[in-house]
């Protein structure tokens, strides 16, 4: 299976950007879609952005017109570029990778707003 490995996760001040990159370990085959979620203390995690293979991007209500996902076949890698950050976008961000075979979640990166 192929393995995913997030970074760029750190402490902001609001208003500031940050950054995510979401690394696969391997080669993508047959992918469906790759995307970023996010899960706040004591609540649900959510979708935050989300690209398919075809280039088709959809984003979280609260994120629209801050945050923009892109993704780089080449390097099996997708971004996440945040502008504008507020402290309710602190949360921990995960990487999702939907392909024919896997449902897969990388391990986390924690993004701190501080107002």
């Known amino acids: 299976q192929v393995q995913l490995v997030e970074s760029g996760g750190g402490l902001v001040q609001a208003g500031g950007s940050l950054r995510l990159s979401c690394v696969a370990s391997?080669?993508?085959?047959?992918?469906?879609?790759m995307g970023w979620y996010r899960q706040a203390p004591g609540k649900q995690r959510e979708l935050v952005a989300r690209?398919?293979?075809?280039?088709?991007?959809n984003y979280g209500d609260s994120v629209r017109g801050r945050f923009t996902i892109s993704r780089d076949s080449a390097l099996n890698t997708v971004y996440l570029q945040m502008n504008s950050l507020k402290p309710e976008d602190t949360a921990v961000y995960y990487c999702n990778l939907q392909t024919i075979l896997q449902n897969s979640w990388g391990p986390g990166t924690q993004v701190t707003v501080s107002s």
């Open positions: 391997k080669s993508i085959r047959g992918l469906i879609a």
């Open positions: 690209i398919t293979s075809g280039g088709v991007t």
